[in-house]
């Protein structure tokens, strides 16, 4: 049988009739969602067991076979006859505009379908978007006679054979971690809690990652080996956090998941992060097209943004006020907007009485004189914004009174450190605070296990997080390749990129280095990690590893011109792993960075995404041993149009970038 229904379509700012498709056999039924270019294709299905299940296609290629959407309560019955009240749908049309993201126009378009289910005396809705990017699905509890639930949430995801995937394992003792080192295995080989988004790969021609969009409140999803058919992937929540244990091995104190039971309590009205199934060609398109998640959270509560300032900072150890000083000396000199202070300028950040409402020094990490009032003043005199770091043990007790204290010393920003991620409490305490982090006109950057999952969408002051396996880690260019198209999916990451540290060559080159800028998106992009500029004063207890002096090398321009938030993308290389070029435009000028892996590439090179009759200025930085700098950087200079064409030997683990200029006429 088949059944047509009316229902409303919103194009903008239109509202129109359109018919939903369902379709009803042997007492299945099944209703379609495709989004807009039609190769997307979302099928949910109520059966006679009373289950929730779903397949996707992508073009006329199964995704997903009939998989299963499970909601475990103790509170209500969610096993009774199920049975769909009503069908609505809606699609949408816009474009948003963003200062801070890898677009500033941001397309927003997709088919809506919402679902209305009765199951025994418990109703609930599942909404379904498909989008060009993929397809993302939620469910929510309106307005009923219950108050409140407490459920637990489990969604097999069933493929048709044993798919390669890029999964981040467990480390050491066991523990989880969203900075983890990628590996290539048989999704029938995933171990529990492997961080999202998780990249599978289903042939040359479609890359999929499942993903999660709007973590506000609630629970973070994790995946591991599933069992409801032969090739299954289980995504789960994260289970609450156990009163805080000494291990009986090491000493340390360490806290453990309980994994049974409701992982989330909710009052009702809510609605459910979304589930996202991102589905392109190749993993470059993937990433170009990773705006989906942000177009899954609220527009921007923020009114007036114009105190949200992306940029370059330089991280200061010193913790004095002449190191101070001169960092600030150096980023306002550079094109740089920020110094970031790091720990210890309040006492030991491990330790739970450290007062982060006063200056009182660490002694390992510094002796002082560290007079924050006086840096912040000469900061505001030269323009530049000063971040101060917190572990979140003193946030967590002290947020309120640190807050209106660091507006009060003229501070712009935070660095919240080791926050806690995973249970519900974890990710809504976080969240919150960044919301009350905005009414006092402070960004944030987040370390340390933390993933987007686009609340900077809402809260545009929430700059960047960590959540990756950066520069700290020592990373080869092969892992930052797979990070590129892994990690960079879910959206901004804070790589904190070295340049004179020792580490540099066994990452790959400096070159491969000044790439990252363009590369690995991050609205507050850290240089220099572990450097310090020359004035700066010596530190000599090692605690930061090899802290070289910051030179004058040439090509240190262009550290000082690329930006760090972007009008255009385009994803000109995706080789997981092997190979990735990104150009990224900001206003006429385009800025172009190429890593290359283990093997030697031939690159050749197209600029097609020139304007029309125009003239372009172009320097090239490459990596090259016979430049007598301690960095071996080439610069050439050459003019360019939209014809041109450049090819480039790119040998192993070495690097290029090129600044684009258009030449006024």
């Known amino acids: 049988m088949t059944v047509f229904n009316n229902f409303k379509i919103k194009v903008g700012l239109g509202v129109f009739l359109i018919s939903v498709l369902i379709l009803s056999c042997n007492n299945t039924q099944t209703i379609v969602v495709k989004s807009p270019d039609g190769n997307k294709v979302f099928k949910l299905l109520s059966t006679p067991e009373n289950k929730i299940k ?7 290629r199964v995704v997903l076979l009939p998989s299963t959407l499970e909601l475990i309560s103790n509170e209500i019955d969610l096993s009774n006859t199920l049975s769909v009240l009503k069908v609505e749908r809606e699609s949408t049309d816009t474009i948003w505009e963003s200062n801070f993201s890898e677009l500033s126009s941001i397309p927003d378009h997709y088919n809506q379908l919402k679902v209305f289910f009765k199951q025994g005396e418990t109703t609930f809705n599942i909404i379904c978007r498909a989008y060009n990017e993929g397809i993302a699905f939620s469910y929510e509890f309106p307005e009923q006679n219950i108050q409140e639930i407490a459920l637990d949430e489990q969604i097999h995801y069933n493929f048709t054979e044993d798919y390669k995937v890029w999964s981040t394992p467990k480390r050491e003792k066991g523990v989880l971690t969203a900075q983890g080192e990628y590996n290539e295995i048989p999704l029938t080989q995933l171990e529990e809690g492997c961080e999202r988004p998780l990249l599978i790969d289903m042939g040359a021609s479609l890359k999929v990652a499942l993903a999660e969009a709007k973590l506000v409140d609630y629970a973070r999803l994790s995946f591991k080996k599933g069992t409801s ?26 806290s453990e998941r309980i994994n049974e039971g409701n992982k989330v309590d909710k009052k009702l009205p809510f609605q459910s992060p979304w589930r996202v199934v991102m589905m392109a060609e190749n ?52 094109n740089m907007q920020y110094v970031l202070f790091d720990a210890g300028w ?92 905005a009414e006092y006109h402070l960004i944030i950057d987040v370390h340390d296990e933390y993933r987007p999952t686009g ?53 790959g080159s400096h070159a491969s280095q000044m790439a990252k800028t363009v590369c690995l998106f991050s609205p507050l992009q850290f240089l220099y990690w572990y450097d310090k500029p020359a004035d700066s004063p010596e530190k000599l207890d090692g605690l930061w590893g090899d802290t070289k ?92 149009t ?21 030449i006024k006429n």
Not at 237 to 245: A, N, R, Y
Not at 293 to 299: G, H, K
Not at 484 to 506: E, K, P, S
């Open 549 to 640: 002096h910051i030179g004058f090398e040439p090509e240190l321009e262009f550290f000082e011109a690329v930006p760090t938030t972007w009008d255009e993308t385009k994803v000109l290389y995706a080789k997981i792993g092997q190979l990735g070029v990104i150009a990224r435009r900001k206003g006429d000028d385009w800025f172009i960075g190429g890593i290359n892996g283990k093997k030697p590439n031939l690159v050749d090179l197209e600029f097609s995404f020139l304007q029309d009759n125009s003239e372009y200025q172009a320097k090239i930085y490459s990596d090259d041993a016979s430049i007598n700098t301690r960095t071996h950087v080439r610069i050439e200079e050459m003019k360019m």
């Open 54 to 60: 779903f397949s996707i296609q992508y073009h006329d």
């Open 455 to 507: 609340f900077s969408r809402t809260y545009p002051n929430f700059l960047t997080q960590e959540g990756i396996r950066g520069d700290e880690a020592t990373v080869s260019n092969e892992h930052t390749l797979i990070s590129m198209f892994t990690r960079m999916l879910a959206g901004a990451a804070d790589n904190t990129v070295c340049y004179y540290n020792r580490r540099v060559n066994a990452m």
């Open 229 to 254: 058919s032969e090739f299954s992937i289980l995504s789960s929540l994260d289970g609450k956090m156990e009163v805080q244990k000494q291990d009986k091995i090491t000493g340390a104190i360490v």
């Open 283 to 334: 993993e470059g398109d993937l990433l170009q097209n990773n705006y989906i998640i942000q177009n899954l959270n609220d527009p921007s509560e923020i009114k007036d943004e114009s105190w949200i300032v992306p940029g370059k900072a330089l991280r200061e150890t010193t913790l004095t006020t002449k190191g101070g000083l001169a960092a600030i000396d150096f980023v306002s000199g550079s």
């Open 346 to 437: 309040y006492g030991n950040e491990m330790d739970n009485a450290s007062d982060a409402t006063t200056v009182t020094l660490d002694p390992k990490r510094s002796k002082g004189p560290f007079d924050i009032e006086a840096i912040c003043n000469y900061a505001k005199e030269k323009n530049i914004g000063v971040i101060l770091y917190v572990n979140r043990r003193a946030l967590e007790k002290q947020l309120d009174e640190v807050l209106p204290l660091f507006k009060k010393w003229g501070v712009a920003g935070i660095k919240f450190g080791f926050v806690r991620v995973g249970d519900q409490d974890a990710t809504a305490w976080l969240h919150e605070a960044i919301k009350k982090a």
């Open 642 to 662: 939209k014809e041109s064409k450049l090819q480039l030997l790119v040998k192993s683990n070495n690097g290029f970038v090129i600044q684009i200029i258009k």
